[in-house]
Nanobody, 124 residues
Framework: QVQLVESGGGLVQAGGSLRLSCAAS????????MGWFRQAPGKEREFVAA????????HYADSVKGRFTISRDNAKNTVYLQMNSLKPEDTAVYYC?????????????????WGQGTQVTVSS
């Protein structure tokens, strides 16, 4: 069982930066792939970024490549999402998720655990 708690959301002007954190409980955090997703009002939840259990490989949605960076610190049971050059279209509730990797590629992770989300609002 893994419990996830996101933090770091807020209001920022376009072009600004935010860093989201996701603190995980559970001894098996280091064995899970981690992902960030977001959901804007009236839209489907969409994938943002993912990272392998070791942190050695990452995967990003095209819309955030070059602007967002996912990282993790297994010693602190925490995954991060550094968001730079933010745009109004990045406004959404951001969720972190954990799923067993078991040799899967990062676009095939069956995410089993989800946080409650943190709001990110980018003003123009």
């Amino acid at each position: 069982q893994v419990q996830l708690v996101e933090s770091g959301g807020g209001l920022v002007q376009a072009g600004g930066s935010l860093r989201l954190s996701c603190a995980a409980s559970g001894r098996t955090f280091g064995t899970y792939a981690m992902g960030w997703f977001r959901q804007a009002p009236g839209k489907e939840r969409e994938f943002v970024a993912a990272i392998t259990w070791s942190g050695g490989s990452t995967h990003y949605a095209d819309s955030v490549k070059g602007r967002f960076t996912i990282s993790r610190d297994n010693a602190k049971n925490t995954v991060y999402l550094q968001m730079n050059s933010l745009k109004p279209e990045d406004t959404a509730v951001y969720y972190c998720a954990a799923g067993p990797q078991y040799g899967r590629s990062l676009d095939q992770i069956p995410y089993a655990y989800w946080g409650q989300g943190t709001q990110v609002t980018v003003s123009s």
